[in-house]
């Protein structure tokens, strides 16, 4: 559990603990009306420029619509569980 005083600061916690590798849950942001667009820009040229540990994609994954983010979670889900079968 992550305790935060607000969604921003969860948000940011959530990010930098995925970016450590200290959890793999899905970090999904909702970009109703572009909100993150500036977010996510500077994502992206972070890891143009080497400063991510690891693809922006592995890290978090930006959506448009409410329901995309259940199908998105679901995707990530999918793939987690095949990643832990060809582990074995």
Request: net charge negative; proline share 5%.
């Amino acid at each position: 559990m992550v305790i935060a005083r607000d969604l921003a600061e969860r948000k940011a916690l959530l990010l930098e603990l995925k970016n450590h590798g200290l959890h793999n849950k899905p970090v999904v942001l909702l970009n109703t009306a572009g909100f993150y667009d500036g977010f996510e820009a500077q994502l992206r040229r972070m890891e143009d420029e080497g400063f991510l540990p690891l693809p922006l994609t592995e890290l978090v994954s930006f959506v448009q619509e409410p329901e995309d983010t259940l199908a998105c979670l679901e995707a990530r889900a999918t793939a987690a569980a095949s990643t832990v079968r060809d582990a074995r």
